[in-house]
């Protein structure tokens, strides 16, 4: 008989540690939402300025050397 109470109580463990890593994964999910939150009113608040840095970043560079005329002889 002691042996079933030990084996219910090894079962009980495991189970409150299932819950225990459960709920620590969850907290860490809400974490992360609240930041993915944040990061999206930002970018919504500023998506004409996000959206033209990204732009320009992806535009030809026309600052480089001009090409040079080879002059036929």
Known sequence: MAKSAN???SIENL????ITSIK???EKLEKELQQAQV?????NKNRTTI??????????DIAGSPKKRIKKQ
Do not use: W
């Open 15 to 18: 189970l409150n540690n299932k």
């Open 51 to 60: 959206e033209t840095i990204l732009g320009l970043q992806s535009a030809p």
């Open 7 to 9: 084996n219910k109580k």
């Open 24 to 26: 620590n994964e969850i």
């Open 39 to 43: 990061i999206l009113a930002d970018y």
